[in-house]
């Protein structure tokens, strides 16, 4: 009987993700570094925080600054000479019903959620058209395909994340630069620390909802890594927001009565 191949080893590749100190961001730096790729690990700290774990490079990186990208990218090139893959995975939660949520909170979840996902794109687009080849991933979530009542600047900034990376798949595909974007549903992550707006309501109906939670981080990491190598278009990473996807596509009418009672349920007067 003659002896089969062994697997083969994935390709190293060099990679940059920002948001990287916790949470999602942090497990897929973790989880590209062990699949064996060169990991960069950015966050808003000045210091290398103790979570990024022993592997994984770490630059410090507030994505609504444009020199602190500049200097993310010629760190990468002056380290490895480019980059294969980009994950924009940065952002902070917002909650609110649109006569509550204040104009800042506004303004401060599309300057980091959304804005920072440009700055990274324009950022090293040029580059990779330069290489003739890369990968951008960009993380938006579930709340991007599906959007539930009180959410309108979370759902709006996701949405955008959505429309901003299939506009570049079709783009880019000529450079050889592939594009996905990611869409999770909640899982439990400390994204609800992020929360600093006016509907405390909200608030807590988000942070409950990440707290119930059975997915990890880790877990939806882990799917998000597959995705990423099989180079799909759009990443969805659980079973829920499938279904809820697919509702909205092929069944409107039910989707739309299920918003619509969500809704509902939000203008019911607020018990004591």
């Known amino acids: 009987m003659p002896l089969s191949s062994p697997p083969a080893r994935p390709t190293s590749r060099r990679v940059l993700v920002t948001g990287a100190a916790s949470g999602l961001g942090l497990a897929l730096a973790r989880g590209l570094a062990e699949r064996g790729d060169r990991v960069l690990a950015t966050d808003v700290a000045p210091v290398r925080p103790e979570s990024v774990p022993a592997g994984v490079d770490y630059a410090s990186l507030d994505v609504r600054l444009d020199a602190d990208w500049t200097n993310v990218l010629a760190h990468v ?15 902070i939660a917002t909650g609110g019903r649109i006569d509550v949520a204040a104009m800042e909170e506004w303004h401060r979840i599309v300057d980091v959620s959304l804005l920072g996902v440009v700055r990274g794109c324009r950022t090293f687009t040029p580059l990779f058209k330069e290489q003739g080849s890369g990968h951008l991933v960009n993380v938006a979530s579930l709340a991007g395909l599906v959007h539930a009542p009180g959410m309108a600047s979370y759902n709006a900034v996701k949405a955008g994340v959505v429309a901003i990376s299939e506009t570049l798949d079709h783009e880019l595909a000529p450079h050889g630069i592939a594009v996905s974007v990611v869409c999770p549903a909640f899982f439990r992550t400390n994204l609800g620390d992020s929360f600093a707006g006016d509907d405390s309501a909200m608030e807590a ?64 007067p607020v018990r004591s």
């Open 205 to 268: 109906a988000g942070k409950r909802l990440l707290d119930r939670s059975r997915r990890s981080a880790e877990d939806v990491a882990a799917v998000v890594i597959k995705g990423i190598d099989a180079r799909r278009d759009v990443i969805l990473t659980d079973p829920e927001g499938r279904v809820a996807w697919r509702m909205k596509r092929f069944v409107r009418p039910l989707y739309s009565r299920t918003m619509r009672r969500a809704g509902a349920r939000l203008a019911a």
């Open 77 to 91: 090139q002056s380290s490895w000479g480019g980059l294969d893959l980009l994950v924009n995975n940065a952002g």
